[in-house]
């Protein structure tokens, strides 16, 4: 079993930036894939941006160019650097870990409770 605390999370204003990083602990010698999800309301869980251990990357296309997902494995952390934020980019964003690949995440991962991120003026 994983556990994975999220932290970073908060307001801020449009065009701005927020760094959210995420601690992993227990079985992490079987993560492969870290990354990060998120739901706004009435809206289902996306995924934002994931890591591989070979660093390997995939982003969502709504945050390519804004958001950098970046990992160091040997603490088990996990980053995501947003910049120029917009408000549609408000939602819970959680944490998720997990053993196999990238499409697999949502499936076969572990997850954090989360932490809201709000972009507002």
């Known amino acids: 079993q994983v556990q994975l605390v999220e932290s970073g999370g908060g307001l801020a204003q449009p065009g701005g930036s927020l760094r959210l990083s995420c601690a992993a602990s227990?079985?992490?010698?079987?993560?492969?894939?870290m990354g990060w999800y998120r739901q706004a309301p009435g809206k289902q869980r996306e995924l934002v941006a994931a890591?591989?251990?070979?660093?390997?990357?995939n982003y969502s296309d709504s945050v390519k160019g804004r958001f950098t997902i970046s990992r160091h494995n040997a603490k088990n952390t996990v980053h995501l650097q947003m910049n120029s934020l917009k408000p549609e980019d408000t939602a819970v964003y959680y944490c998720?870990?997990?053993?196999?690949?990238?499409?697999?995440?949502?499936?076969?991962?572990?997850w954090g409770k989360g932490t809201l991120v709000t972009v507002s003026s």
């Open positions: 998720n870990a997990s053993p196999g690949t990238i499409a697999t995440m949502h499936a076969r991962g572990s």
């Open positions: 227990g079985s992490i010698f079987d993560i492969y894939a």
């Open positions: 890591i591989t251990t070979n660093g390997n990357t």
